[in-house]
């Protein structure tokens, strides 16, 4: 699994996990910490951080987005999931503690903007799962990358996805391979306007579709891009330092104020009674 | 003499200070305090900061309310807010979120397997403390603002509090005002019908009985309507004023207009994917349309006001404590933001963040800042009370 920090300037932080029971635990095995928010508690992953980047600060900073309750779509980290074999992304349909992990999957998380349908926006990833797989950790069925699962009127020039040539080459790969196939997109939008506008109608209804037959979507940031195509790969460092529990000296000030108050209002109550 | 017989009788040392003269605080005053209070409390999940604010309300109730029956509803709300932590621990017991490294498991309940396209949801499974923490608190926090509003219903008179209404909604007030006066009337008035029956001879019991107390108290009710209404009318209520058509219409597409675009603006400030204009703009918009047609149309009703509640500076004192509470914790400044929502997992203790609890204690100033209470001396309203030569006002006046 993997976390993309571009939206900070960062690397694509990789890590793995063996038999994990849930994408979150996957997430917090390989050495990431999470926080949830408030509203609806840590399963909800509303900041990542690792060790590998800025000495594992937790993103988004609590000055971007204070986590209190569930972040917007157009800033959170979204869910993605790569099944063996399969050489693109698709918006994960559960949450991260539903998921489970199998062999030679690999999962992403992404910092950025989607649409409800998980379908366009800064947050879908730039860059192919073949940029992250190990190569030694291939599943035997990973000979050919498969084409799309989804049975569809293939006519469009997106959908000839010319495989990525190698699994485990530099990050340059991503690069190269998303202007490929940006490229003919920009055509085929001047061409076919109004068939391409349609298609991205159809593909907003069935939200499970893998995410790289969708260059179609607004304008990619030119920073983000850039930064995603030659973002370095970097291997995840398990967290250092050990939450402490605290000090329960704040809990014991905090319930003695509130029972000195309590005892008053008691107090108060009782004299009410006895003179009345 | 009199005032010697009083202030062993009727008076509570330390409630009723020698020195103040008591008198009902402006109803508004304690409403600003209470919301004050409930933007405090929504901002943090703190239950620290939710257990001290709750016992800030409960220090100011006992304090400073009154012996009238909208005033004793308080252990009511404190109910409410004991049965919604429970229902949102069995919530997060019976739909669990699934367990992470490291939590500590209470007990287990029995699994249901849901199918793959149900994934989102599990029922039943282990139970963690974690996971039961965190829904304690947030049922804290909702019981909480919920206890700040019984504080306000208990410590303000609410038919005193509908007295500030505009002018627009003068007439909905006072309906408003009589319909609450009706619920305590029926119920004396059964109460004096059963005082009757005991007195005579011949129980009779069941259906009978119920023919025998609903009739006198329905006769009751009638003949005190024809009396409101006769009063009503001699002092000019249902009048029409001078407006004309053409204002009343105007008022009406003014207030029309208005509140669509108050519901279109807190649509789009809720929705968040809407666009931007709708929301803070329209909210603007319509809240001015609004209070236009409300100014229009509270021109044709003049009122006088009997004895109107005084403004002065314990209102103030009360309204600012409750105003400090929210500002500290909604700008979250000068302390760590985190401190709000502590996180419980993993396991640890909240933090105590000085100012936010400093600011929450401040809220009960109230109890000393606020005047004391009316207090009704032997049972009987109305009666005249000597303290510093005033007359006390029935408390069920509106």
Not at chain 2, 100 to 106: F, I, N, P, Q
């Amino acid at each position: 699994m993997a976390v993309d920090f571009a939206h900070w300037g960062g690397p694509i932080v990789r890590g793995c996990g063996i038999d994990q029971p849930s994408g979150y635990a996957l997430l917090h095995a390989a050495g990431f910490t999470t926080a949830g928010d408030a509203h609806d508690g840590a399963a909800f992953i509303c900041r990542v951080g690792n060790q590998a980047f800025h000495d594992g600060i937790v993103y988004p900073t609590s000055s971007e987005d204070p986590c209190t309750v569930t972040p917007s779509t157009s800033a959170y980290w979204s869910y993605w999931l790569a099944p063996a074999g399969q050489n693109s992304w698709t918006y994960s349909p559960v949450g991260p503690m539903g998921d489970v992990p199998k062999p030679g999957e690999v999962e992403l998380w992404t910092f950025g903007a989607t649409d409800i349908g998980g379908t366009g926006g800064s947050g879908v990833p730039r860059f192919p799962p073949s940029t992250l797989r190990a190569a030694n950790a291939a599943p035997p069925t990973h000979t050919t990358p498969t084409r799309s699962t989804t049975p569809t009127r293939s006519t469009t020039p997106t959908r000839s996805t010319n495989p990525i040539p190698s699994a485990t080459t530099r990050a340059t790969t991503t690069t190269t391979a998303t202007r490929a196939v940006s490229a003919p997109v920009r055509r085929m939008r001047t061409a076919h306007r109004s068939a391409a506008e349609r298609r991205v109608a159809s593909e907003r209804r069935q939200p499970r579709r893998p995410a790289r037959k969708r260059p179609a979507a607004p304008a990619p940031d030119r920073r983000r891009h850039g930064a995603a195509g030659s973002a370095p790969v970097v291997a995840a460092q398990p967290t250092s330092e050990r939450t402490s529990s605290g000090s329960a000296g704040p809990l014991v000030i905090g319930l003695c104020l509130a029972l000195a108050l309590a005892a008053g209002a008691v107090w108060t109550m009782w004299r009410r009674r006895r003179y009345e | 003499m009199r005032h010697a017989t009083l202030s062993v009788r009727g008076r509570v040392p330390g409630i009723h200070d020698s020195r103040r003269v008591p008198r009902a605080l402006h109803p508004v005053a304690w409403w600003i305090w209470a919301l004050g209070l409930v933007i405090a409390v929504n901002r943090t999940t703190n239950p620290l900061l939710l257990i001290l604010a709750l016992s800030v309300l409960g220090f100011v109730v006992a304090n400073r309310r009154t012996d009238a029956p909208w005033a004793r509803a308080f252990k009511y709300y404190l109910m409410v807010a004991l049965f919604i932590i429970a229902a949102r621990i069995v919530f997060q017991s019976v739909f669990t979120a699934g367990l992470e490294s490291g939590d500590h498991v209470l007990f287990e309940l029995p699994h249901i397997r849901t199918p793959r396209w149900y994934a989102g949801v599990q029922i039943g499974g282990p139970v963690s403390l974690e996971a039961t923490l965190s829904a304690t608190v947030d049922g804290l926090r909702l019981g909480t603002m919920i206890c700040c509003i019984g504080a306000a219903n208990a410590l303000a008179n609410p038919k005193r509090a509908l007295r500030v209404l505009p002018g627009a909604l003068y007439e909905l007030g006072m309906a408003v005002v009589v319909s609450i006066s009706l619920a305590p009337q029926l119920i004396e008035s059964v109460q004096r019908v059963a005082r009757a029956r005991r007195l005579r001879a011949g129980q009779r019991r069941g259906f009978r009985a119920l023919r025998s107390i609903a009739i006198p108290v329905l006769a009751d009710a009638l003949e005190r309507s024809v009396l409101l209404a006769a009063a009503m009318d001699s002092r000019g209520y249902g009048r029409t004023g001078p407006a004309t058509r053409a204002t009343r219409r105007l008022t009406a597409t003014l207030l029309l207009a208005g509140m669509v675009g108050v519901c279109a603006g807190c649509y789009g400030l809720l929705n968040g994917s809407g666009p931007r204009l709708l929301a803070t703009p329209a909210i603007l918009a319509g809240a001015v349309l609004c209070s236009a047609g409300l100014a229009l149309g509270g021109r044709r009703v003049r009122r006088t006001h009997y004895r109107p509640d005084p403004w002065r500076a314990p209102e103030w004192i009360v309204a600012g404590c409750g105003l400090i509470s929210a500002v500290t914790l909604y700008f979250t400044s000068g302390y760590n933001a985190a401190d709000l929502n502590p996180s419980f997992s993993p396991l640890r203790f909240p933090a105590l963040p000085a100012l936010p609890a400093v600011a929450i204690l401040i809220a009960a100033a109230a109890a000393f800042a606020a005047p004391p209470p009316r207090r009704r001396v032997s049972g009987s309203v109305g009666v005249p009370d000597a303290a510093g030569g005033r007359i006390a006002r029935p408390e069920v006046s509106a």
